[in-house]
Each structure stands twice: as C-alpha cells, then as structure tokens.
C-alpha cells in the first residue's frame, strides 16, 4: 500500500492529501526542463488567457516525459488505491502562474469552481467531469502569494449537498455562494510533491506576485465507469471510489 491509513481518513474528511517528495528526481528533472524551455522561448503572451483557461504548451500534454509523472513514478498506484479500477490516462494539463512583473497583460484570475462543471468556455449544460485530480508540483511553492492552487478542505462534501439539492444541468454558476465567498488553503511544495484531490473540491488560483513562475501539471483521473453516471457522481461523492466504500458508509 501506498497510501497509509492516516492519508486514507484525510481523504475522505479533507477532500485530499499529499504525498511529499513522491515523485523521483530525473522523472521531474525531465519534465521540467520540456516545459520551462518552452517557457522561456516559446510563450506567447497574446494566448495567455487561452492556455490559463485550458493548458500551457498544449503541444507536450502528451508527451512521454510528462506522462511518466503518472505511470512510471508510482502515481497511477495512489490514484488506483482511492478509485480502484482507472480509466486510461492519455493527457496532461500544464498549468503556470505567470510572475505579474513578467507580463504585458494580467493573467486570468481562477474564481472557485469545480472542474468540468459550467466552465466559461463550454455550454453550460455540458459536463466534463472525472473522478480525482492529480497534481504534481514542478517548481517550489513556498508563497501562498506566487500563485498557490487554493483549495476549500472538506468543500467535496458541501459540494456533493449543494449539486444534490439547489443545483441542475445548465446552471451557469459553478459553484454556491458561500463557498465562492472562500479564500481556501494555498497547496504549497517543492518539486515532486504528489496532490490527490476529490474532484469535487472547489478550487482557485490566483495572482502570482513573486519572480517565480508557478508550474504544476495535472492529471485528471476517472473510474472506469465515469462516463456512464457523471451526474450520480456529482451527487455522490464516492460513487467513483469503491475502495472507500467501507469508510464512508
């Protein structure tokens, strides 16, 4: 087992844990590098709010370096000891916070939301859910104020009431109120820390007011059977992990 007992009830009480310096150093030393020289020599500031709103260097979201994170570094074992049976993953999400003294143009601010639920950018009675997002940590966060992956602990069940009761297909706001109200708790880490997230944890991200760039790539990891109950699993936030089941019951 990967996962302890501890990171298992963190889990199912938080939304999520994190797994310190899991990932091994050549397999980050490799991602890296694909990525910040793209960074450095091919960043377009023109298509600044496209790559925020879907992936920086859209090219390297298959590439074999990137994917290793996940299926060569024990990753896809985590995501497996939560969900059980996983759903192919074929696809990365590079995502960077951009140093606001490096820009032209502000980037886009990440309002709270859950992923795959009313984006801006598709209908709103369109879902693209999954079951867990896996993030992994490619520079060193140590400044809430440098861009942090900003989270709201225990949000997955608050979530789960809220799309049972007051929400329906086609409502554009992604997430309540109350909980849009939120700052949430900043992901801090050094390259190689591991994030398991429900994907019913709302989310932000904001300003990146250091020198730094903030750069995270993220999986997004399904049960086999997602796609064939995506709103049930909105409603039930561990219809998706059956090894839980024993805990959440």
């Not at 639920?117 to 060193?140: M, Q, Y």
């Not at 019913?200 to 903030?214: D, E, K, Q, S, W």
């Not at 796609?227 to 219809?239: G, K, T, Y």
Request: with cysteine.
């Amino acid at each position: 087992m990967l996962l302890t007992t501890d990171d298992l009830s963190t889990f199912v009480t938080k939304g999520m844990v994190v797994k310190r310096n899991f990932v091994p150093a050549h397999l980050i030393d490799r991602a890296t590098t694909l990525v910040t020289d793209w960074y450095r020599t091919d960043l377009d500031q023109c298509r600044l709010a496209e790559f925020t709103q879907r992936t920086f260097a859209p090219h390297l979201g298959d590439h074999r370096d990137l994917l290793a994170l996940f299926t060569q570094s024990g990753v896809a074992g985590l995501a497996g000891e939560l969900i059980g049976e996983v759903a192919p993953v074929t696809t990365t999400q590079i995502q960077i916070r951009v140093p606001e003294r490096d820009l032209r143009q502000a980037q886009p601010n990440k309002g709270m939301h859950v992923d795959g639920v009313a984006c801006p950018h598709l209908d709103p009675a369109e879902l693209r859910t999954f079951s867990l997002l896996v993030g992994i940590v490619l520079s060193e966060v140590s400044d809430p104020a440098g861009g942090a992956l900003r989270y709201v602990v225990g949000g997955h069940l608050r979530m789960a009431e809220w799309f049972r009761t007051q929400w329906s297909l086609g409502i554009t706001a992604q997430v309540p109120p109350h909980i849009d109200a939120e700052q949430g708790s900043p992901l801090l880490g050094k390259p190689g820390d591991v994030l398991l997230m429900h994907h019913l944890v709302p989310h932000a991200v904001g300003r990146n007011l250091t020198a730094t760039p903030r750069i995270m790539t993220y999986f997004r990891v399904s049960h086999v059977n997602h796609a064939s109950h995506r709103l049930d699993a909105l409603r039930d936030p561990w219809l998706d992990f059956p090894p839980l089941t024993a805990r959440v019951r």
